[in-house]
């Protein structure tokens, strides 16, 4: 006999699937009722069923749970149930043994109003600022011309048509590559994060525009969604949100590097015009060549006064007039030379005759002679004789007279009286 305790735990002795759903259905029922909230992904009100079938979604994740509800409680609920609303609920887990099938059976619906979403919306805004995702310093550049625009659109969309004409209008070698995805609804942020991914990974992408049309608060919701908010942060490529009209102002605008107010001010922002482009370059081409005239005209003027100035106009005249006065300064300098000489050399004649005349060969001349005594040895040194006592008898003399001079002996001297 089989063990029910045993049963489930072996090849041999199995649940039945009955058993399962039935155990199944007991754990889960004794859960108790929750508050959840998210938004509606899919509505299905049958024309013959007293019972609604609703998709709630997780607008930050690929998840959503299956919700079954009176239809009178989506008829007759406060504000109209769509795709897209974000709701909260009340229901109490349940597991529907004959499909094998978990919903939450709810008793309860509430639609989030729009001051609570924009109560919502300024919290998460706080919360940003404060990790600093709204930096300014943060902010990449937009490249002065994309050669390839990635493009995040609704399918068909008023915005895609736009930013494509107005871009190809202004600059027609622009490329696209254009990412299709939905842009309300629960579905909306993880399409757009996946496309961002896409492009951002793409190296030809220059630059990322995320468009939409404008729209309710309900319909922007997405673009002021966090997790969306922070894919934009974390994106290498540079990213430019044009979301609705000018009053419209997710918190995607104020994570993205560059805010346009509408897709065809994105397109106007990031391409620049081609016509414009050449009509500037051409006028700063004449404004260059005017400068670079002017530039010249100016140079020439100063050259032209330069060489006006007597310095440059005739530069040999100061070293003419120079040379005059050197001229004149050397005759003079001559002249006093000369003069100069002629005086020294008259009285170096003076000197030469006085000289002459009282020198001793004028004296020889007139008959006089110098004696001189002669030493024994050859070392000795000539004396002139001032005495006869200087030459006594035997002494050799030399007598110099005017043409030349004799040897002679003395004999002795005598003295006069």
């Known amino acids: 006999m089989r063990q029910v305790s045993d049963q489930g735990q072996t090849a041999d002795n199995p649940f039945p699937v009955r058993g399962v759903a039935i155990r199944v259905a007991g754990w889960i029922d004794k859960l108790g009722a929750v508050w959840v909230e998210g938004q509606i992904a899919q509505l299905t009100l049958r024309p013959n069923s007293n019972t609604a079938f609703i998709t709630l979604r997780d607008p930050a994740a690929d998840m959503s749970l299956s919700l079954t509800c009176p239809r009178d409680l989506v008829v007759n609920a406060p504000v109209k149930m769509s795709e897209g609303t974000q709701v909260i609920v009340y229901g109490k887990p349940s597991f529907y043994t004959g499909r094998g099938t978990f919903s939450l059976r709810v008793s309860e619906i509430r639609a989030v109003g729009i001051g609570e979403l924009l109560a919502r919306i300024e919290r998460l805004r706080r919360l940003l600022d404060a990790e600093g995702l709204f930096d300014p310093r943060l902010k990449r550049s937009i490249p002065f011309l994309p050669a ?54 793409d190296a030809e992408v220059d630059v990322i525009v995320l468009a939409r049309g404008g729209g309710s608060v309900e319909d922007l919701l997405p673009f002021s969604d966090e997790t969306l908010c922070r894919e934009i942060a974390r994106c290498t490529t540079p990213v430019v949100s044009a979301i609705g009209h000018e009053p419209d102002n997710p918190l995607c605008d104020l994570v993205a590097d560059l805010r346009a107010a509408t897709p065809t001010d994105a397109a106007k922002r990031i391409v620049p015009d081609a016509v414009a482009e050449q009509a500037l370059v051409a006028d700063l081409r004449r404004r260059s060549a005017r400068a670079l005239r002017n530039w010249v005209n100016r140079e020439q003027h100063v050259i032209s006064q330069l060489r006006s100035r007597p310095v440059l106009a005739r530069p040999l005249e100061a070293i003419e007039a120079r040379a005059e006065v050197i001229h004149r300064a050397r005759a003079a300098a001559r002249r006093d030379i000369n003069r100069l000489v002629a005086a020294e050399t008259e009285r170096v004649g003076h000197l030469s005759a006085r000289l002459a005349t009282l020198g001793p060969a004028a004296t020889l001349a007139r008959g006089y002679a110098v004696v001189q005594s002669l030493p024994a040895g050859p070392a000795g040194t000539p004396h002139v004789l001032r005495s006869v006592a200087d030459a006594p008898a035997g002494t050799r003399l030399r007598v110099r007279v005017a043409d030349g001079a004799v040897t002679a002996t003395s004999e002795g001297g005598t003295e006069d009286s």
């Open 148 to 201: 390839t625009i990635g493009l995040i659109t609704g399918r068909a969309s008023a915005a895609e048509h736009d930013i494509m004409a107005v871009a190809t209008g202004r600059w027609p070698a622009v490329r696209f590559a254009v990412r299709h995805t939905v842009v309300q609804g629960p579905n909306a942020v993880p399409q757009i994060v996946d496309a961002l991914r896409v492009l951002d990974a």
